[in-house]
């Protein structure tokens, strides 16, 4: 189990804020973490981290205390036994594929097995020679993922470690987290903005604004997209939509800003009310 209840003061654009967030994560539990621009999922993490100091509250990691107000308990952040993955990867350049995880493992019971089948669950052991520079995005990302997982972590934070890739990529990487998280059952914490990534991978979403939450609970199911054909324009903006993979007809208003004619391809966004 893992307990935490953190405050810190932001400095915002809308003026200053306290960031408030308590939280439980079940063993093994995936949360993500979402919400607009500047809410505090960054600081957040870095909280939990020990990368920021929090102004109050308290970390419990299973029984090891990681900070606590109260006692003035903190244990600096190269101690807490996390891994930690950003948007940008951070590898060490003249380390290949194979040492950038054996450096993370080094000292631990059974570095070699673990680095061994790390490299095979992120789908790494032909890359295991390579140094950092001769690998993709997607490449470079599933290493710092890897990477943090070597280090035999209480807890996973990831902060978009998926955001500056491509769609394809980014959906195999989500198949990659989803069995790699399978395997090793790993409490984590994924900030993410994608409700598509959110409902594949987390098991509750905590959704934050201006450093409060406001909903924690299931993710919600992301619109389904329906392609289809306009077959004709009807009165009061209406177009009649035939559906792509069957003969159902549905009347939708035009979207603004564009005329439509009979044979345009339209996506629908289903809302269920
Ligand atoms: N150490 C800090 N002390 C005080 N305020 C901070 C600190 N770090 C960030 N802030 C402010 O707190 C707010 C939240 O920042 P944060 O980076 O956590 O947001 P975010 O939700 O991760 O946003 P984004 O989605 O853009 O990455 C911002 O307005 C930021 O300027």
């Known amino acids: 189990m893992i307990d935490f209840h953190l405050r810190k003061a932001l400095h915002t654009a809308a003026g200053p804020r306290t960031l408030d967030v308590a939280l439980a994560l079940a063993p093994g539990e995936l949360v993500a973490v979402s919400g607009p621009s500047g809410a505090g999922k960054t600081t957040l993490l870095r909280l ?4 920021d100091r929090p102004d109050g509250g308290f970390v419990r990691v299973e029984k090891q205390v990681w900070y606590e107000q109260e006692t003035r308990r903190w244990l600096p952040p190269q101690r807490r036994p996390l891994g930690f993955v950003f948007q940008d990867y951070a590898l060490f350049p003249h380390l290949t594929v194979r040492e950038n995880l054996a450096f993370a493992a080094a000292g631990q019971p059974g570095a070699g097995p673990l680095v ?4 095979d669950a992120f789908e790494l052991a032909e890359l295991a020679p390579r140094r950092p520079g001769a690998l993709s995005g997607g490449q470079q990302q599933r290493v710092a993922l890897a990477r943090a997982l070597a280090r ?3 807890l996973l934070l990831l902060d978009e470690p998926l955001a500056a890739l491509d769609l394809p990529t980014r959906q195999r990487l989500q198949q990659v987290l989803a069995d790699v998280h399978q395997r090793f059952g790993l409490t984590t914490l994924l900030v993410s903005h994608d409700p598509a990534e959110i409902a594949r991978l987390a098991h509750r979403v905590v959704e934050l604004d201006l450093g409060q939450v406001r909903r924690v609970g299931p993710p919600a199911l992301p619109a389904p997209a329906l392609a289809g054909r306009v077959v004709a324009l009807l009165p009061g903006g209406l177009l009649r939509v035939q559906l792509a993979g069957g003969p159902a007809l549905v009347d939708v208003p035009a979207p ?18």
Do not use: S
């Open 48 to 51: 939990l981290a020990g990368l």
């Open 116 to 119: 061994t089948e790390l490299l």
């Open 152 to 154: 035999r972590p209480r």
């Open 256 to 273: 603004p800003g564009r005329a439509y004619a009979p044979g345009d391809a339209l996506v629908l966004t289903v809302g269920v009310q």
